[in-house]
């Protein structure tokens, strides 16, 4: 912000009269309150004990305690959109935000580009004498832009943060998290042995920041985006929190159900005469072109389960409660330090969950989610062999659908699905204790995420500004809710909301919600002039089990054609329900652009999904060159991906070792028979593709050792992953095994030494190995 010079300008500076205000950095007014945004991740409205769930959550019952309680709050569906609107007060097409940053197509409403004039709340707080901070899951900048060579500049740093600690993308191991401080990626402090949680690490950061500003300037307040990765997979937790949980929730999903409900009414979540809306309420519908309703959307009803599914499926529930119960007493070590340093009552909290639960399990649940995003259904069979391992680094976890229907209940669906309350109705809490007198109410009017940051500026007394950082800003879409945070008569003035996510869609209008019938990408279903569309009086029916089209068809057309206006003007088209293959595989701009040859070297940084070499079921070969000085020599030399798929190259009791680890489940292992030899030499492994697996669309193959030119192992019938991965933990490095271990032969990060590493070639053209070693083996002699 820049003021016009008023002092004097003489001469002699004797004679001249400075003026610091067009210098100064800007300052808060005396007693501005604190900002704290507390975003937990697919977590349903009926998870929560303050919100009559059974999972035990004791810091966000202190907070419900101090503030209000919203029971009609609304998010997006989805993570990156949510999450976009919550920062910039704009709905998420406005600010080209659509779907997640890893799906976006190029248009204007689907770009995963923040536009600089629709600023988030950081910059506008940071221009206004605030620090800012930003701690845990950032998930706003593209894929293609998450890499060390690519531009910066949808980086936390340049969105008005000072400070970032935490992972750019989706989700994250929480044991073995892809962190990134400030602009740079950096190994976790410690080992999941020595104690190590995410959780923990983003609390202890959180008050770090906060520390390291308030010793020096004690009065002057801070804004800080705390987003932990619970409860979005992988559920990872220590055993004796899920072990809290024991027996809990051995009823199942529809008596879980029945009895939060009960506890909702009491509470006043809901309308005393609500009722369950149905498990599976679209079972039946077919797609346009006769297509089922997808399996992995379906839920397995609990009497219809064996003993062993019941045991699985109810420690999934067991291990996410204690995931989230954990997390939430890392955030009651933030409170317990804003209480002890005087600086609670003076801040303004706000709590929510970015979209309804996750139906990403499927109708079994998994142990490795990297299986979605590869197009498998985990099995219940494969599942009972970690059974005892589930919440540790062994596993990448995620509950089956039946508990993604019990945590959103009475809701239809979950998370994708912006057509249903389950995807979109999520607990959020507002607490200001120095300005909001209101404690432990609840507010039951109809509020979006988009309104939350219009609500904070006029806390703050602010009028949204004209411009940010020189930019013209466009108007906000969101409407402040103060007024009824105030008093519970009064009412918002918000009339209208417009959703779209994944191919569904649905609007909301003074009380009324109509959507289509629509199963969310990864269906892939099209055809969306075919859609049946729905009409609720949401206001009294809130899991939407009347639908009233029959009643009212001037009131549906009329909220058709309200969408179709809404969608015109905040860039809601095109629609897209693509396939999980098509989603990944369109075109995006990239600096690390797709190629046949990919080199790499040890000592530079870890290098991650979107700008790494991505296989994708395709013929391969690896070479690296190097040279052996020791015979004692071992060691990673280069890994791609971790436990739950991945393939690494490394040395091992003195010979040469490949495993391509298959989405956890089996660890296929080339060895050399004899001792690797001294010296400058080149260690490879090929794999040409020779077909699928019959009946399944697993690439097979045969996969080879290379010691030099001379063929020392071969593996017929290696499976590979199709895909990906995974969105996480699937980084590769050069020397050293990164993040989880590709193979359970040894403990990360297991450098190599005992020699040198110059250099990794991974080529994925389809040459033969033979003529590849002797390129490369020309270009390392004249090194």
């Known amino acids: 912000m820049t003021t016009e010079f008023k002092g004097r300008i003489e001469l002699d500076i004797r004679d001249s009269e400075p003026d610091w205000g067009p210098y100064a950095a800007p300052t808060a007014p005396e007693d501005a309150p604190n900002v704290l945004y507390l975003v937990w991740d697919d977590t349903g409205i009926a998870t929560w004990d303050c919100f009559g769930g059974l999972v035990e959550m004791p810091t966000m019952s202190r907070i419900a305690e101090r503030g209000i309680r919203l029971s009609q709050f609304h998010t997006t569906a989805l993570c990156s959109p949510t999450r976009a609107s919550l920062l910039t007060g704009r709905n998420p097409t406005t600010v080209g935000m659509a779907t997640i940053e890893e799906f976006t197509d190029g248009f204007p409403g689907c770009n995963g ?70 602009n740079h990626p950096v190994a976790p402090p410690a080992t999941p042995e020595q104690g190590y949680h995410l959780s923990k690490d983003l609390a202890d950061k959180t008050i770090e920041f906060i520390r390291d500003a308030k010793v020096i300037a004690p009065d002057k307040p801070w804004f800080s985006y705390v987003c932990p990765g619970a409860g979005h997979a992988p559920h990872h937790v220590f055993k004796d929190w899920a072990d809290r949980y024991a027996g809990k929730f051995d009823m199942g999903f529809e008596r879980y159900r029945e009895i939060v409900l009960e506890n909702q009414k009491k509470l006043g979540i809901v309308p005393a005469d609500t009722e369950l809306s149905p498990i599976n309420p679209y079972g039946d519908v077919k797609g346009p072109n006769g297509e089922q309703w997808p399996d992995q959307d379906t839920v397995r009803p609990w009497d219809e389960l ?153 806390l703050l007394g602010i009028t949204p500004p004209d411009t940010v950082k020189g930019i013209p800003q466009k108007p906000l879409d969101g409407v402040s809710f103060e007024p009824v945070l105030q008093d519970s008569s009064a009412a918002t003035g918000k009339h209208t909301q417009f959703y779209t996510m994944l191919g569904t869609r649905g609007i909301w209008h003074d009380g009324w919600f109509a959507n289509t019938v629509h199963a969310a990408s990864p269906a892939g279903w099209g055809h969306f002039d ?19 089209v029959t009643e009212n068809p001037d009131t549906l057309e009329e909220l058709k054609a309200l969408w179709f206006a809404e969608a015109e003007k905040y860039n809601g088209l095109p629609l897209g329900d693509l396939n999980i293959f098509d989603t990944i595989s369109r075109w995006r701009p990239n600096v690390a652009q797709r190629r046949d040859s990919y080199l790499y070297y040890p000592g530079t940084a870890d290098i991650g999904v979107g700008a790494s070499v991505e296989i994708q079921g395709r013929s391969f070969s690896a070479m690296a060159e190097l040279t052996i000085d020791d015979p004692g020599a071992e060691g990673v030399i280069f890994k791609h991906g971790g436990a739950h798929g991945g393939h690494v190259l490394f040395v091992q009791d003195g010979r040469l070792h ?70 996480a933990g699937a980084t590769l490095s050069v020397g050293r095994n990164a993040g989880s271990p590709v193979s359970s032969s040894y403990k990360p990060p297991f450098a190599f030494t005992g020699g040198v590493i110059a250099q990794v070639n991974i080529d994925v053209s389809g040459k033969p190995y033979v003529d590849l070693e002797k390129e490369f083996a020309r270009a390392f002699a004249k090194d």
């Open 113 to 182: 580009r923040i536009p600089f004039d629709t600023a988030l709340l950081s910059e506008v707080l940071a221009e206004r004498g605030y620090n800012t901070y930003c701690v845990g899951k950032w998930h706003l900048t593209p894929l293609e832009e998450s890499n060390l060579a690519s531009t910066k500049r949808h980086w936390p740093l340049s969105r008005g943060f000072e400070r970032f600690y935490g992972f750019m993308g989706g989700e994250t191991d929480q044991w073995y998290p892809d962190l990134v401080y400030d």
């Open 306 to 458: 064996g003993d062993d599914e019941k045991r699985l499926f109810a420690r999934m529930a067991e291990v996410f409660a204690g995931f989230l119960s954990y997390t939430d007493a890392q955030i009651g070590r933030i409170l317990d330090y804003l209480e002890e340093s005087g600086q609670l009552d003076n801040t303004i909290i706000v709590v929510i969950s970015d979209n309804g639960a996750s139906g990403e399990g499927g109708p079994n649940g998994s142990v490795n989610e990297v299986k979605f995003f590869n197009g498998y259904i985990d099995t219940v069979e494969e599942s009972m062999r970690l059974l005892d391992d589930l919440g540790g680094p062994q596993t990448y976890n995620h509950y089956p659908t039946g508990w993604a229907m019990a945590f959103n209940a009475p809701y239809k669906l979950f998370k994708r699905y912006a057509s249903h309350e389950g995807g979109i109705a999520d607990p959020a809490i507002i607490s200001w204790p120095n300005g909001i007198a209101a404690h432990g109410e609840v507010r039951d009017n109809y509020i979006n995420v988009c309104d939350v940051t219009p609500t904070i500026y006029e």
């Open 530 to 548: 075919r859609d049946r569309w729905e009409l609720f009086h949401i206001e009294a029916d809130r899991s939407q089990c009347h639908d009233l």
């Open 658 to 727: 490949y495993v391509y680890n298959f989405l956890g489940e089996e660890e296929q292992q080339l060895s050399s028979p004899d001792a690797i030899p001294l010296g400058r030499h080149t260690f490879g492994v090929a794999y040409v593709r020779t077909g699928t697996v019959e009946g399944s669309h697993t690439p097979v193959g045969d996969a080879a050792l290379y010691i030099d030119d001379d063929q020392v192992a071969m593996l017929a019938g290696m499976r590979i992953l199709p895909a990906t991965f995974g969105l």
